[in-house]
């Protein structure tokens, strides 16, 4: 590139010298005035010496206080003084020695959450720590007869116990007790309240008993239970968090990877650094190779290979010609190409990926919005078959009564109850996303498992994206080549595959797709109409579609052949031929669902023949063509009225009726722009043989949900009248508390993991 | 057995001696990094 000069001379990195720029991936050091500490990532770090070696360069500039490169998460921790030096100053320096760096702009968020874990495990390791020194001096008690230890030493025991549950209390039991605070202020009823009445009343009865004994609350003291109850919901919190940020984990990894800083032809033709957050449709970019494209467009100038991996689960780098969609998020491979921006930020597919994974991660499935539902009215009578439980002993007991409530309190610690679905669900949506499946409703898991009627609603779905294109005749009149150009400018626009697919064919044949045009429309079903100028001037509004759209007689057509025309009025201009080809694991798949009792359907827009000849391939009973939204639309509610469970699967876009009145849809394809997608689930990537493994998953989850949901209330009918009958100790509801909450857990993890292509091994 | 009115204050001592010396450690960054440290004293400085 003749340009590269001119980038190097002026510093790329000025856009991060501003407070605000640098802000986002930087924190102030608090103690030092004007210095900070900022992260930045640097891809090419790949071992011990590449670390070394950063920074012994970065060290030696002034203003640099200390740097630290880590090579196995390939992040650089730079603290440097903004009085003498800059981000762009040291930022050239990486790029200088060869290692390029990326601002690391969502440290803040990922440091917050490593704060939260590593707090949480603090508190754990605290409470367990403690636990096993009480569980010490309350174990020779367990054993012991009254009179066979000295009466001190038996009080040494419980101050010494009494000392070691002070951290417990104050320091690892403080997110429950303030949580159930703060709903108690607002008059609510959370779950952390019954737990929190348990862990303060065993706490005042055991102080009590130590300091005061012999007063109606006995002399027995409970800090065994208490911090062994504290320890096991500390255990269940702390793998909730750590479940949560796994998901959340894949999703920063995505984040991540969008620069900060690109560069931009300006108007004398310059390359200028800009930040990325002023990029414009329209732009020209230059990006070179290990470059991450910041938006969506078209490749201009130059060819190269793209890692696309991350939107769309396929590992195969993908060619990108010139004229080929980038994708932003996705990775430059091999050589610098300049890009014209078509979508930028919130319009990406990049952006869409990311808010479809954030919006069904924080919605509650139907299921879920159930447990909640029931939780209010369960913790009411939980409190009530506490008071219940206190008032049958507090004659006889005072503290048996106490004791027994405490009892009722922790065995029915609903956190089971609470993790039973959103665990498994979140689990699922989690091994999805890693697998290319994104989930924008978490309801869709619930209702593919009940699924009975599959409608695939496009051909497209079941055969390959591109179709084979052939160009049958042309007009002799008329330039071949300007006809071409014709087709290319039609087609450029529309999202239909058959356009795609003449659009590349044409591009192929070195046709343009820059014509002027006038009045381009698209006919859903039909083809496109657009005027244009020809070549002596004259105005000819041109047609570009099937047969009937374009008025022409199908004689010539074959069978299975779908034949494109374009014609000028009463001409024909040229008349094209495509043959579709059915993908790969298509029909193994396809007779994988039948096997499994599913009806599998064919709504197409199509033909009829080329229809019918599809489903014979496939094994599909129930195929028609000649399908308009309409009658699709009617098809759906007539199977919904039969009581049937109607799953679409389609490209998600043109259908949005039918995709709305189903009862859940999955959209796919590689082709399939997320931001118009109206689907409950976006399956990434072209295997249809992913649908086989997806829904046996979907069903597996629910069922996981279903176990969850049954022990936990099986538990619970259990544990109450035991604790009321004053049967069951403390500790022991501590333990059944904290093993059901294990269990529902443990139950959720068994299903992150899902092997995508599980389903062919039944095959053979 | 009177050793154990010294043994057991002492032990309670030792508890908080060691939580406080886990707290530094967490606090100061020890765990932050575990694959990277082993490799660093076979480079140049």
Known sequence: MSNTQSISNANPWQGLDIQSEWERFSQRETSLPHVWISHVWVDHMHCAACSGRIEHSIKSLPGILSVHASAASKRVRVVWDAQKTSPSQWFANLNDIGYPALPLNEYNAISDRTIQQRKMLWRLVVAVFCMMQVMMYAYPTYWVGSNDMAPDMVQLMKWASWVLTLPVMLFSATPFLSQAWASIKQRQLGMDVPVSLGIVAAFVMSTLATFAPGGWWGDVVYYDSLTMFVSFLLIGRWLDVKLRNRTAGALENMMRRLPNAVLKKNDVGEWVQIAASNINAGDILFVRPGEVFAADGKVLVGSTSADESMLTGESEPVMKPMGATVIAGSGNLTSAIEMQVEQVGEGTQYHALVNLMASASTEKPGIALLADKVAQPFLWGVLLAALYALIFWWTKDPAKAVMSAVAVLVVTC??????????????????????????????????????????????????????????????????????????????????????????????????????????????????????????????????????????????????????????????????????????????????????????????????????????????????????????????????????????????????????????????????????????????????????????????????????????????????????????????????????????????????TDWDKSGWQKGQA | MEIAYLLIPLAVMLVFVILGGLWWAIQTGQFEDLEEEGSRILEHD
Request: with cysteine; net charge neutral; hydrophobic share 50%.
């Open chain 1, 414 to 751: 609903p956190c089971a109850l609470s993790l039973a679905t959103p665990a498994a669900m979140l689990a699922s949506a989690g091994t999805f996303a890693k697998g290319g499946v994104l989930i924008r409703r978490l309801q869709a898991i619930q209702v593919i498992s009940e699924v009975d009627t599959i409608v695939f609603d496009k051909t497209g779905t079941l055969t390959e994206n591109l179709q084979q294109v052939t160009l049958e005749e042309s007009h002799a009149a008329w330039d071949r080549q300007w006809i071409l150009d014709v087709i290319a400018t039609m087609s450029r626009d529309s999202l239909h595959p058959v356009a795609k697919a003449l659009h590349e064919f044409a591009l192929h044949q070195d046709a343009q797709d820059k014509l002027e045009m006038q009045g381009w429309q698209e006919i859903v079903g039909g083809g496109m109409s657009a005027t244009f100028t020809t070549p002596n001037g004259a105005l000819l509004p041109v047609k570009l579609g099937n047969a009937d759209f374009c008025g022409v007689s199908r004689e010539a057509e074959s069978e299975a052949l779908r034949q494109v025309y374009v014609t000028a009025g009463e001409i024909m201009l040229a008349r094209l031929s495509l043959t579709e080809q059915v993908k790969p694991h298509a029909r193994a798949a396809i007779s994988q669902l039948i096997s499994q009792g599913l009806d599998i359907q064919l709504l197409s827009g199509d033909r009829i023949a080329p229809v019918k000849n599809l489903a014979a391939q496939l094994g599909i009973q129930n195929a028609s063509g000649l399908q308009k939204a309409e009658d699709k639309l009617q098809h759906v509610k007539l199977l919904q009225q039969q009581g049937r469970k109607v799953l679409m699967v389609g490209d998600g876009l043109n259908d949005g009726p039918v995709i709305a009145a189903a009862h859940t849809s999955i959209a796919m394809g590689s082709g399939v722009p997320l931001t118009q997608a109206q689907a409950d689930m976006v399956v990434l990537g072209n295997d249809i043989g992913v649908l086989v493994s997806l829904i046996s998953h979907c069903k597996k989850t629910i069922l996981i949900v279903k176990q969850n949901l049954l022990w936990a209330a099986l538990y619970n009918a259990a544990g109450v009248p035991l604790a009321i009958l004053g049967l069951l100790p403390a500790w022991l509801a501590g333990l059944g508390m904290a093993a059901s909450s294990l269990l529902v857990l443990l139950n959720a993890l068994r299903l």
